[in-house]
C-alpha cells in the first residue's frame, strides 16, 4: 500500500533553533517528493520538490533531503523564526495513477 | 488571477443540505485537484481534472459527491445531501501540467472550511 509516514507529529522548539522533520514513504513507483507548509486555516504552500535523481534541495532556511534508496526524506530548518509555526507536510507523487499522496503532517511550534 | 481562488471560506450546513463549492484556478493552468482534509489529517485525494477532462475520480467518498469542470477552468464540488462526516475542509489545486508523476509545482487554494450541522 502507498503510504507516507511522518515524525515526529508534533514539535517544539525555541526560536532560532535548528529542526529536523522525517518523512518515510513507500510509494511506488516514486516519481517526486514535495514538502508543503500549511499555516492554520490556510492552504498547502510548496516549500521545495526533488525527483529521483536529486538528493538535497534548498529553499532558504528550509533544506530537504531525499535518500531514495531508503525512501527517506528529510527537512531542516535552520534558525528557526516564530512565523515557522505551521504543518510541514510531505507528498510523495507516484504510485500507479501517479497520485500525490500526502503524509499526515508534523507540527511546529516556535516558541520566543 | 494571482493564486487559486476558492468560494465559500467558511460554509455551515444542515444535514442534509446540498452544498457546492467553487474553485478559480491559476489562469492557464491544466491540471485541477480537489482534496478533502479532516481537521488534524494530512489532504486525501478526491478527483482530478486534465483541462474539461476528469480523468481521476477514485478519491470521491460516495456518490452524493460530484465535481465538474464543464470549460476547463473554473470547477465546482458539489455534494448532495450533507452529512456531518462530510465536515473537512475542500482543498482545490492548480499546476501548470502534469499529475503526480512531473515535477510540476501543485498550487492550492485557501480552502472552503464546511461544517455539517
Known amino acids: 500500500k502507498n503510504q507516507v509516514e511522518q515524525s515526529p507529529q508534533s514539535l517544539i522548539i525555541l526560536e532560532g533553533k535548528n529542526c529536523t522533520l522525517q518523512c518515510n514513504y513507500t510509494v511506488s513507483p516514486f516519481s517526486n517528493l514535495r514538502w508543503y507548509k500549511q499555516d492554520t486555516g490556510r492552504g498547502p504552500v510548496s516549500l521545495t520538490i526533488m525527483t529521483f535523481s536529486e538528493n538535497t534541495k534548498s529553499n532558504g532556511r528550509y533544506t530537504a533531503t531525499l535518500d531514495a534508496d531508503t525512501k527517506q526524506s528529510s527537512l531542516h530548518i535552520t534558525a528557526s523564526q516564530l512565523s515557522d509555526s505551521a504543518s510541514y507536510i510531505c507528498?510523495?507523487?507516484?504510485?500507479?495513477?501517479?497520485?500525490?499522496?500526502f503524509g499526515k503532517g508534523t507540527k511546529l511550534s516556535v516558541k520566543p | 488571477g494571482a493564486g487559486v481562488s476558492q468560494s465559500p471560506r467558511y460554509k455551515v450546513a444542515k444535514r442534509g443540505q446540498d452544498v457546492a463549492l467553487r474553485c478559480d484556478p491559476i489562469?492557464?493552468?491544466?491540471?485541477l485537484f480537489w482534496y478533502q482534509q479532516a481537521l488534524g489529517q494530512g489532504p486525501e485525494f478526491l478527483t482530478y481534472?486534465?483541462?474539461?477532462?476528469?480523468?481521476?475520480k477514485s478519491g470521491l467518498p460516495s456518490d452524493r459527491f460530484f465535481a465538474e469542470r464543464p470549460e476547463g477552468s473554473v470547477s465546482t464540488l458539489k455534494i448532495q445531501r450533507t452529512q456531518q462526516e462530510d465536515s473537512a475542509v475542500y482543498l482545490c489545486?492548480?499546476?501548470?501540467?502534469?499529475?503526480?508523476?512531473?515535477?510540476?509545482?501543485?498550487?492550492f487554494g485557501e480552502g472552503s472550511w464546511l461544517t455539517v450541522v
Open positions: 481534472f486534465q483541462n474539461e477532462a476528469q480523468l481521476d
Open positions: 507528498v510523495v507523487g507516484g504510485g500507479s495513477q501517479g497520485n500525490l499522496i
Open positions: 489562469s492557464g493552468h491544466v491540471s
Open positions: 489545486a492548480s499546476s501548470l501540467q502534469g499529475f503526480g508523476r512531473s515535477g510540476n509545482t501543485i498550487y
